[in-house]
Each structure stands twice: as C-alpha cells, then as structure tokens.
C-alpha cells in the first residue's frame, strides 16, 4: 500500500493558517501518524486544484427551486429566499443514476391506491396485489414456528422457563444469547458477525456443498444481502477513465447491481441472458460484452445471479464451470449470487419431476459456485477469487424483515480482506437477529408447492395470445415476454415512459396487480417483460393469474 | 495477485483505527482466560463501546415483551404477558404487510411507525411542525448520515466536498468521510470549556478551508460522543445562524438526546431551535437530524435501527433521497423498538410500573456513575475530566510522563493506545483511546461508556486507579 492521502487537512496548513492559534490545531485529528511522517496530506501546497467553475456550492437555483413542499417548510410566512446549499445541481451526480425498480413509481402508485381503498375510494378491485417483490410473508406464508420460538426467547428471555416452548428451541436461544455482548441481541456485535453464528453458517456450507472446507473467518454476517454485494463493489471499484472498474452484470438482471455502479461510477458491462434457451448463459456473450468493454474500461469483476432474478433459471454444473474457466482466464473476481438459492435439496425433486418431459430437467438441480470451483482442482481452487451471497429474505425462510444475509469470501488476498473488514465496520454491525436467523439456516422444509405454483404460472400465461412465459427452475419469479401493440408503445412514449412501465401501470390501475416492469431489470431491445413473483397461495395465484390474462387481452384489444 | 490490492484510494484512506489491535487482543485475554490462564482478574470489563446491553444494562421489559410477541404471535393466547404489550403487539402486526415481521416494511420505514416518529418529534419540539414525509427510519442513524452524506459529497467535484467536523469526533463519521472521498475540515471544542463550541473557531475552520476544499456542511454531535457535553440553546442558535450566513447542511447527530443528566443541562434539538429563531431562517437552513432506537434508556444496538428528520430541503433532492434510500430498509424488529421508544407505556397502563422501575433505575445507576466517575478520576493525580453532561461517555485527560511515550512510540502505538492497551493487560478494562476521535497535539484521553451497571462501574473505577497508580510509578 503507498502512501495514503490523509483526508484531514493538514495540521501545518492550519497552523499556517492561524499562526496565532497553533497550540490548537495540531495532529492528534484522527489522521494516522504511525511512522511519524506526515503522509502526503492534501494541503496548499499540493498541485493547485483545476476547475475554477466551483460547481460546489454553485447557487444555480434560487427562489424557482423553492417551490418546497408546502410540509417541508416550517412556517409560512418567509418572505426572504435562500438558495438551497443542496441542490439537483451541485448534489453528488452519481447518486442521480441511482435507479431502483423494484421500489420505483410502480410501487409508490400502489401504496397510494391502498391508501384510497382504505378511505373508501371505489376502484374496480377491492384490494391491490403486491406481486412485485418476493416478500413471502406479505403473502401469506407462515413464518416457520422453530425460528420465531428461538427469536422470541432470544428477545426475551424470562421465556426460557416457559414449558411450553421446545427444549432444542430453548438450547439453540441460549447458546446464540451466550455468545452475544451482555447475552443481549440489542448489544453491537463484531462487524463481521457474532462468531458462533460464523461457525454454524460454515457448518452449513460445508454441508451444502458435500464437505467442501468452509473456514467461519471467510464469512461475514450482512445486513440483507445487499449490504455484501454493495460492499464487495466499492473495495473492487477504482481507476479513472478508460482504467475505471468495469463490472459485468447479466441482462436482465437484479437492479441492486445498476444502482450500486451508478453509485460508484463504476462502467457496468452487460450481457444477455438467451432467452430463447431459457435465460441461459453463453460463454461467447460474455466474451463478446468483455471483448467490447475492454475498449474503455478495466473489467474486473464479474457478477452471476444464479438461480435467476429475475429470469428464475438454475444454471447448470457445466455452465457454472464454463465460467470459473472464463473468470480465470480472463482474471475476473467472480461474484455469485445464490441468494435464491433454497437449502433443501429435496425441493428440488418435484421441481425436476415437473420439468421431466422437458430439455431443460436435468438443470434443475442447484450447484454452489464453490463447489464446482473446489471440485474444479488446485490449478482453479486456489486462486479464483470468489464472493457469494445468501440471505435470510428468500426462499423458503422468507424472512426479509429481519434484514439477515451472509456473504463468504474464497481466495481473497490478507490485505485485502482488512480492507473489506474496515468497510463493514463503518456500519458497526448487521442487525443481531438477522444474524440470529441466519444461525438457523440449516433447517429444512419442503416446498413442493412453489414447484406446483411454478407450473401453473407457466401454463397459464402461456395461455394467453402475446405472453410467452419461460419455465421457472428455481427463485421465485416468472419473466414473461409480453407482446405490447405498437399505438400503445407510442401512447407510452407520449408519456415519456417505457412501454412496460405503461402496461404495468394500467395493469395495477385496473387490476390492483403490482408488478415490475422488465425495463426496471434490463432487456433486449424491442422486447418487453414484467417480473411477478409465484409465491401467493395457490388459490390467490389463480385468480391472479386469471385477471393478468383478462388484462392482456383487453389492453391488447384496446391499443390493436 | 497485484491486480487484486487495486483498491480506491478513498477506501485505501480509510483509517484502520488502532483499537482494533486492543479489540484483537481483547479476544485473546479472552481465550485465554477461558483456558485457565491466571491472571490478576476473572473477566474483561468492555466499555468501549456506547452499548449499554454488552455493559451489563439489562433491556426493557415491555421493549423485549413486545418484541417476543410480534416474533410468536402464540404467545399472545396465554397469560403470559400483559394486555398492553398484546394491545401493541397486535397493533404493530396489523401494520406488517401479511401481519408478520417477517415481510419487508415501505422504504421510509412501516407508514403508521414514521406517523409516531412524527408526533413524538412534534411533542419533544413543543408543537413544531413534523412531517412524516421528512422521515426516513433506517438500519440504524449511522446508515442515514453516511447515505446522507453521500447526497452531499460530490464525488467528482474539485475542489473536493469538505464537511466541519468537530474534534474529538465519533470515529465511524470521520472513516465514512474518507470513504467518500470528502474533507474532514476540524473546528476544535475546548476542553477547558466544558467542551464548548465556539464560533470563532467554526469560523476559522472555515478559513483554513479556502482553497483547500468546498465546506458544504457542518456537522455537530449534541449531546457529545466522546465528550459528554450538552449544547446550550444559546449555542445552537449561533450555530445556526453561522451554518445560514454560511451556506453550510446542518447535520445534527443527536442520537444521544434521551441522556443528559449534567443538573443544569436541557437537551433542546437544533429543529425546535431553529423553529423557534422564525423566518427566514427556519424556512431556509437545511438540516438533517438523526435519532437512533440503539442509545438511550433502550440501548437496542444490534437491531440496527434509527431515523432521519430532513428539514427544508429541496424537493427535487428529496426525490433523490428517496432513490437512494430505497436500496436499503430497516429491519422490522428494529422499527418496533423505535415505536416502543416514541411511545413508551404511559401511567394507567399495565406495563408501567414495571416500565418506570425499570427506567428510574437506569437513570439513577446512571446519575450515580457520572457523580462517581467524576469523583474518582479528578482524584487520580494528572488524570483530569470535565463535567459530563449528557451522553454515554466519559472522555477524560491523561497527562503522560515523557518515558512512557517514548515506551510507546517504540512500541509503534500512540501513547493513548499504548496506555488502553496496558490497562487491558495488567486491569483487564477495555477503554478506547482518545486519538481515535482527535485531539490536540500533545494531548491525551480515554473514552468509556459509563451506562454500566453501579457496581460494574466501581469495579472499573477501582482497577483504573489501581492500575494507573502502577503504571505512574512504572515510568516516572
């Protein structure tokens, strides 16, 4: 590591500054004087700083940008303006990139139309869907009795002399609580996550990928997954021009991604899923995105959302070692993103006896990036640089409230890995009883229903005359192609908006449906798609399903 | 692997802080301990952190309660707890899409928790407006002040983006600040003072920027971390005018606004200040002030959860705000701690004679421990601390003799670390030292947590003393 530039200004700038005061302004400021040495502080004497047009504290808009809500103001009487020290103009630009679709318009329109039904409003549906987001709790499912017990006497422990709760509930609270600050889940833990939780999620590793070696100082414990994706960007994100990071991420793809390049300003590389080929992965597109990219950026890393969000495919053992190759020959960290990944393995059964007449069963089964990269051998196991990514929101846990995730890191450089740990301490620490959760990721269930939910979402909206629905192998989603009319493509662009921003929006006027347009995830050009997710109750489904179909054919009559 | 150490510089700048040598070693003292080692004490007494759960305070009940309810909604068919705690149980859950904790909350938090956020902001403000569109709950405040900051800081601004930031300073803003790629610009309270905050020195700091960097903001900790300082209305009021006349973001970090207890000391928010200055002012200064479920009387730290009041900001960075946010929401445990807190049982309720011994006594160990820290450590020749006031902490100077700063420098630590690490050793106390935070060239302290229980803190308070009459004697 060279010498760093100290944030701080330099104490002898200040002391320049203010001679008069100079017992005051001395070291000691929080920059690092191990070494005795100022290192090279930025200060007046550095290269004079370019750019005389400060867009800083440019004061671009007065009054006009004081249209404020009439809610933010605090009184109403001000009669003298003031230019906002914030403004659209001199904000951080990158952060104007950031695009999240998943909670975009779409979602704030249904929380508002919810809100119109509780008042009494009339609308043609008596309550609104949320079908955008995998929430599986907001859908009815059960949360899972064990967990909840473990959590309740974890926040409570006077419960633990409670008969009526489970003896291996009562032994599994106590040893998380043991290992808490206080025996308390309101105490701060470790950055990287309490250590008995570390070592129970190694266990599980190991287990999942039939004993490969997982070492508990590898994994950090994340507040969702978001928190470790994110976090893994900005260590891998540096340079400036045609030297800056590229990342490639798959079209479509989970929008996590593109708001947090944007973010970072980092170039982001697409390449496109197959769809035809059931939103398979090509090795020749992704050498193609790379090939392109290398042009103007310095790819570096290279994102895998397996099973797919939103596409819903499990990728196959021999697609997952066509891209380790690829990573390694082409020296590219390798971000896997299992987080749609279910535990129990025998969930998959029924997924592939439904898929057993089709070309597609035999990729049913999941595989962990790891595990094909350790039975890959040395030449690839030792020196491919893995992250993957697991939370507690999806799948059969369902537990998104609780913000749980973990993230393990394989062949990470030392120096690097202190790096990551700092990044994570700057948010202290990811909510204990995410982290409680995650401790209980071993346990199993069955969740034959998703396949058979699965099915009947892929054979109805096939159904439908300009819906073209691909099998959902694994998550919880379908990506549909839908068929848009041209006069309605051109209504939207009067609008300004995507033509599947439009054909969402309709559809949850109409319908009370809330679905994601496929724009908000990326797709072919000239094609159009919506993400619903599969998980409501069987019953609930099929009416949703039902009213998905009326809505395509009387949207297509209407703009025909 | 070089490709691989290829790191931003912003994130290379990162100051890796030297306690977590202490804390590593914290870890093996441990382990140690655990095999048996002797040593001249049973167990490590942590305070170097504001978590008063890892300090020995024992959770609210009713806190706890509520939260095993909504986890179990089964528990709520016994006798086992109290109508109130079923009554807000069962009204939290009515809120939770699916009427489950586990289904995700809206981005600025679940709409009926931010309602409450807002009336209890209202009645601490005697009456000032709050609304709840200007309310973000977050995985906790130190999220929304990073995310915050980050709206602020233009990353490809040059000059480059400065904030005002007061030394000593909690550590976590100044490392998200060099994350960021931002300027920490230092105004420096005096310690002689109380710690006060002076605007001839806010002033100069300013000055010492020009050319340097653009100051945008002003960030300001009331009551303080490390120093256990309160703000006087007097004082914010200048404050505020100097942020207006000088075109500074006012960042608040008021997490510690449930702990004063210096007897003349009122904790007033810079939001009901500022209202009370009147226009234009209070229609103009843009501020964000940040509160937290983690720190007070609950001390809920690992549910992660705190919120942001945005006051006066443009709408068109509202909308960005908004984006931004979105990418990341509050864990619902941690939201029902949050309404527990603004709405804590009232008198009649059931749960609140348990609620008020619960409370009275934190509040009174506390009371205490302040009036025994500073007695006992003003006692101890050159150690001197400055009346605490409010908030968690006592940050109190160390005066060091020049041989064991040498010791340490051999030693490749700052002599404050040096002597944390030592009284780790040999008393088997976890503190932090004071070069975390900043200080004035020359000088020296030590920040513990002091929301411990009383006999934690005479414990504490007995090895220190015993330790630093040793140590005294060690390098004289």
């Known amino acids: 590591m060279s010498a760093t530039r100290v944030q701080f200004i330099s104490p002898r700038t200040l002391r320049l500054l203010s001679p008069g005061r100079s017992a005051l302004f001395l070291p000691g400021c929080g920059g690092p004087h191990r070494g005795g040495g100022v290192p090279g502080f930025r200060s007046l004497t550095s290269p004079p700083l370019s750019s005389s047009s400060s867009p800083g504290r440019a004061l671009s808009s007065l009054s006009t940008t004081r249209r404020a809500l009439p809610k933010t103001k605090m009184s109403d009487n001000g009669t003298m303006s003031r230019g906002k020290v914030l403004t659209i103009d001199n904000m951080n630009p990158t952060v104007k990139k950031v695009e999240y679709a998943v909670r975009g318009p779409i979602v704030q329109r249904a929380v508002e139309l919810e809100k119109e039904l509780s008042e009494g409003m009339k609308k043609p549906f008596a309550e609104v869907i949320r079908a955008n987001i995998g929430d599986a709790q907001a859908m009815g499912q059960q949360p899972i009795t064990f967990f909840r017990q473990v959590l309740a006497l974890c926040s409570y422990p006077d419960l633990l002399s409670d008969s009526t709760f489970p003896e291996d509930a009562k032994s599994r609270a106590c040893r998380i609580l043991n290992s808490c600050g206080g025996n308390s889940m309101g105490a701060y833990s470790a950055s990287q996550g309490i250590g008995s939780v570390r070592q129970d999620v190694a266990r599980f590793i190991e287990r999942r990928d039939g004993g490969v070696p997982c070492n508990p100082d590898n994994?950090?414990?994340?507040?969702g997954a978001s928190d470790g994706i994110v976090t893994m960007l900005k260590l891998l994100v540096c340079g400036e021009g045609a030297t800056r990071t590229g990342v490639m991420i798959s079209i479509p793809q989970y929008p996590l991604y593109s708001a947090a390049l944007a973010d970072l300003s980092a170039v982001q590389i697409n390449y496109y899923l197959n769809e035809e080929k059931c939103w398979s992965l090509d090795i020749s597109e992704l050498q193609r995105a790379l090939d392109e990219a290398r042009l103007h950026c310095?790819?570096?890393a290279l994102c895998i959302i397996n099973p797919g969000n939103p596409t819903g495919q499990v990728q196959s053992r021999e697609c997952i070692e066509d891209v380790i190759r690829f990573a390694a020959k082409e020296r590219l960290f390798l971000m896997a993103d299992e987080i749609m990944f279910t535990p129990n393995i025998r969930h998959c059964v029924p997924y592939s006896q439904v898929y057993q007449d089709n070309v597609y069963a035999e990729g049913c089964q999941f595989h962990s990036f790891k595990k094909v990269l350790f039975e890959m051998g040395p030449e690839y196991s030792e020196t491919v640089e893995l992250a993957s990514f697991h939370s507690t929101s999806k799948?059969?846990?369902?537990?998104?409230?609780?913000?749980?995730g973990y993230m393990e890191i394989i062949n990470m450089d030392d120096d690097v890995k202190d790096q990551l740990t700092k990044l994570f301490s700057v948010r202290l620490c990811s909510p204990v009883p995410g982290q409680a959760l995650m401790d209980l990721v071993e346990r199993t269930t069955t969740l034959s229903a998703l396949a058979e939910k699965a099915k009947l979402t892929e054979q109805v909206l096939n159904t439908v005359e300009g819906i073209r629905c691909n099998p959902v192998q694994g998550a919880m989603y379908s990506f549909p192609c839908i068929t848009i009319p041209e006069r309605a493509i051109q209504e939207a662009k009067k609008l300004g908006q995507q033509p599947d921003m439009f054909y969402c929006m309709k559809m949850l006027e109409e319908t009370g449906i809330c679905l994601v347009p496929g724009s908000g995830f990326g797709q072919r050009e000239g094609t159009y798609h919506f993400r619903m997710t599969i998980l409501p109750p069987k019953d609930k489904l099929k009416i949703l399903l039902n009213n998905v179909k009326e809505f395509h054919q009387r949207f297509t009559q209407q703009y025909s | 692997m070089s490709v691989r150490q290829e790191i931003s510089s912003n994130v290379r700048n990162m100051k890796?802080?030297?306690y977590f040598i202490l804390c590593r070693r914290t870890n093996q003292?441990?382990?140690?301990?655990?095999?048996?080692?002797?040593?001249?004490?049973?167990?490590v007494i942590d305070v170097s952190w504001g978590d008063p759960h890892r300090a020995g305070v024992k959770p609210l009940s009713f806190v706890r309660q509520v939260l095993a309810a909504c986890l179990y909604p089964q528990l709520m068919d016994g006798d086992k707890l109290m109508v109130d705690v079923k009554e807000r149980a069962q009204r939290l859950l009515r809120t939770c899409a699916g009427g489950s904790v586990g289904s995700y909350s809206d981005i600025a938090g679940i709409p009926q928790i931010v309602q409450?956020?807002?009336?209890?902001i209202v009645r601490r403000d005697g009456g000032?407006?709050?609304?709840?569109?200007?309310?973000?709950?977050?995985p906790g405040s130190q999220w929304a002040l990073t995310n915050i900051l980050k709206v602020l800081v233009n990353s490809e601004a040059s000059p480059r983006t400065g904030v005002l930031i007061p030394v000593p300073c909690h550590s976590t803003t100044i490392i998200s600040l060099t994350a960021l790629g931002a300027v920490a610009v230092p105004y420096y309270l005096r310690e002689e003072r109380s710690w006060a905050l002076e605007v001839e020195e806010l002033q100069r700091a300013l000055d010492s920027a020009k050319g340097v960097c653009n100051p945008v903001a002003l960030y300001i900790i009331n009551p303080g971390n490390p120093a256990g300082y309160v703000q006087s209305r007097k004082c914010m009021q200048e404050v505020i005018r100097f942020a207006a006349e000088k075109k500074l973001f006012l960042l608040a970090d008021e997490v510690y606004q449930d702990c004063v207890y210096g007897k003349e000391s009122e904790f007033v928010s810079y939001k009901r200040v500022l209202a009370e200055i009147g226009a234009p002012l209070s229609d103009t200064v843009e501020l964000a002030s940040f509160h937290t479920a983690s720190k007070g009387l609950m001390g809920e730290c690992g549910l992660r959860a705190g919120y942001v009041e945005l006051v006066n900001l443009d709408p068109a960075v509202m909308k960005y705000i908004h984006k931004l946010f979105s990418t990341n929401t509050c864990p619902v445990l941690g939201q029902i701690a949050l309404d527990v807190m603004v709405n804590p049982p009232q008198p009649g309720d059931p749960s609140y004679p348990l609620y008020l011994k619960e409370t009275q006594h934190i509040r009174a160990s506390l009371a205490e421990n302040v009036r025994r820290v500073e007695e006992v450590i003003n006692s101890i020749p050159s150690f001197s601390c400055q009346s605490l006031e409010g908030g968690a902490f006592a940050f109190p100077r160390v005066f060091l003799q020049p041989k064991a700063i040498e010791r340490a420098k051999e030693a490749g630590l700052q002599p404050d670390t040096?002597?944390?690490?030592?009284?780790?050793e040999e008393a088997g106390v976890l503190f932090s030292p004071g070069t975390e935070y900043g200080q004035k060239e020359g000088t020296y302290h030590i920040r513990f947590c002091i929301m411990t229980p009383t006999d934690t803190m005479e414990e504490i308070l007995k090895r220190l003393s015993t330790f630093h009459k040793q140590f005294m004697k060690e390098f004289s």
């Open chain 2, 16 to 18: 890796q802080m030297e």
């Open chain 1, 395 to 404: 799948c059969y846990m369902g537990e998104c409230g609780f913000r749980g």
């Open chain 2, 128 to 138: 000032a407006p709050c609304h709840p569109k200007n309310i973000y709950i977050t």
């Open chain 1, 298 to 300: 310095n790819p570096r």
């Open chain 2, 116 to 120: 409450s956020v807002s009336e209890y």
């Open chain 2, 29 to 43: 003292i441990k382990e140690e301990l655990r095999q048996g080692v002797r040593k001249s004490y049973r167990e």
């Open chain 1, 219 to 223: 994994i950090y414990l994340t507040t």
């Open chain 2, 418 to 424: 040096f002597y944390c690490m030592r009284l780790l």
